[in-house]
Nanobody
Framework: QERLVESGGGFLQPGDSLSLSCATS????????MGWFRQAPGKEREFVAA???????TYSDALKDRSTVSRDNAGNTMVLQIDTVHPEDTAVYYC?????????????????WGQGTQVTVSS
């Protein structure tokens, strides 16, 4: 059983807005730190944004001005929005979750990962 399932990827043009969802079967979602990461072709996976179990939100410096992350506790879904996408936003976007304490911007310490969803930004 997949614990995390991402959706919303696809093809976008520069300047479009991106909205990704992460549906989770983990219960209750308020007991988990949840995060978004992305991996561009030929690059390492990198942190994008996260919501701690208590609701504290953290963004990467590179995306903080264009990103919004939110969590629907009732629906057990986390949503990432990125405005004004660039070709450099092309990547596979992953959702992650853990019930443990961790450095939320780190790749390490996450117990669950989704399969990822491809986002391609091109004119």
């Amino acid at each position: 059983q997949e614990r995390l399932v991402e959706s919303g990827g696809g093809f976008l043009q520069p300047g479009d807005s991106l909205s990704l969802s992460c549906a989770t079967s983990l219960r209750p979602v308020t007991m988990y730190n949840m995060g978004w990461f992305r991996q561009a072709p030929g690059k390492e996976r990198e942190f994008v944004a996260a919501i701690s179990w208590s609701g504290t939100i953290t963004y990467s410096d590179a995306l903080k001005d264009r990103s919004t992350v939110s969590r629907d506790n009732a629906g057990n879904t986390m949503v990432l929005q990125i405005d004004t996408v660039h070709p450099e936003d092309t990547a596979v976007y992953y959702c992650a979750a853990t019930g443990q304490t961790l450095v939320i911007t780190s790749l390490h310490g996450w117990d669950y990962w989704g399969q990822g969803t491809q986002v391609t930004v091109s004119s």
